[in-house]
């Protein structure tokens, strides 16, 4: 199983920017896939989350409006789509992924840094 996260860099605050996760190895349309992020010295939190079938998103209170997630299950890949971009957006975001029915996500991407100056 491989997820490979790409699409990171330096933005100023109110750009945008758009994180891709490419999947292999596993039955993608199996998979509730997420994004996550650690910000310098603080915890991995989850910011988004989209069902197996790409029917369903959540977004974290702190994203909501300003990063969407998306799936493309015939190219096996994830996107974050991140605009009006903050500096408080800055971190390692990693993408995941968790069998429909589990609750753990189970593999993971190298992460991709994403720097946002003010």
């Known amino acids: 199983v491989q997820l490979q996260a790409s699409g990171g860099g330096l933005v100023q605050a109110g750009g945008s920017l758009r994180l891709s996760c490419a999947v292999s190895?596993?039955?993608?349309?199996?998979?509730?896939m997420g994004w996550f992020r650690r910000a310098p010295g603080k915890d991995l939190l989850i910011i988004a989350s989209i069902t197996s079938s790409g029917g369903g998103t959540t977004h974290a209170d702190s994203v909501k409006g300003r990063l969407t997630i998306s799936r493309d299950n015939a190219k096996n890949t994830m996107s974050l789509q991140m605009s009006n971009l903050k500096p408080e957006d800055t971190a390692v975001y990693y993408c995941?992924?968790?069998?429909?029915?589990?609750?753990?996500?189970?593999?993971w991407g190298q992460g991709t840094q994403v720097t946002v100056s003010s």
């Open positions: 995941a992924a968790r069998r429909r029915y589990s609750s753990q996500y189970t593999s």
């Open positions: 190895g596993l039955i993608f349309s199996d998979y509730t």
